[in-house]
């Protein structure tokens, strides 16, 4: 009878500690670095809105859609379109295993989101970006951040 309840213990306290964060400005100096600041029109506090609405700079997160794809990391991407979750058919169009959006080592993302950005509709891809974020003044998500 105590096992499920140890194992939950210790599953959920692994989950906890596992999750990752950024803070705002730390994202904003590797977008800034990843040459993101005014790629195909968007700015970096495109970008830090962006992750707010998606993941509030989570970077463990993973979410389940209506649709049974999942959404990964500080920019919620979908894994029935950019990433193979190897859990429902996926375009794989990044070419990239989700599990690595959701690293701290932001490259595999920051190549997938190029990508995103790049093709139709760019930052629209988000629907979030398209409802809170296009159009408002937003230039106080770099407030304060050091980007060298
Ligand atoms: C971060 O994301 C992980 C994975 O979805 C989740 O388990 C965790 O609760 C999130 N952390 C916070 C504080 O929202």
């Not at 500690?17 to 670095?33: G, P, S």
């Not at 993941?55 to 990964?72: A, H, L, M, P, R």
């Not at 375009?91 to 295993?97: G, H, K, L, M, P």
Request: hydrophobic fraction near 40%; aromatic fraction near 10%.
């Amino acid at each position: 009878m105590m096992k499920p309840i140890l194992i939950c213990l210790v599953s959920c306290l692994l989950t906890i500690v596992q999750a990752i964060f950024i803070h705002r400005c730390d994202l904003a100096k590797i977008l800034h670095e990843e040459d993101l600041d005014g790629f195909e029109g968007y700015s970096l506090s495109d970008w830090l809105c962006l992750a707010a609405l998606e993941s509030n700079f989570n970077i463990s997160k993973v979410n389940e859609n209506t649709d049974g794809s999942f959404d990964y990391g500080i920019f919620q991407i979908n894994s029935h379109y950019w990433c193979n979750d190897y859990k429902s058919h996926s375009e794989n169009i990044c070419r990239v295993d989700c599990r690595d959006l959701l690293s701290l080592d932001l490259l595999p993302t920051i190549n997938c989101i190029k990508k995103i950005v790049s093709g139709a509709g760019g930052m629209k891809n988000w629907v979030n970006w398209r409802l809170h974020c296009s159009g408002r003044p937003l230039s106080y998500w770099t407030t304060g951040c050091h980007l060298g």
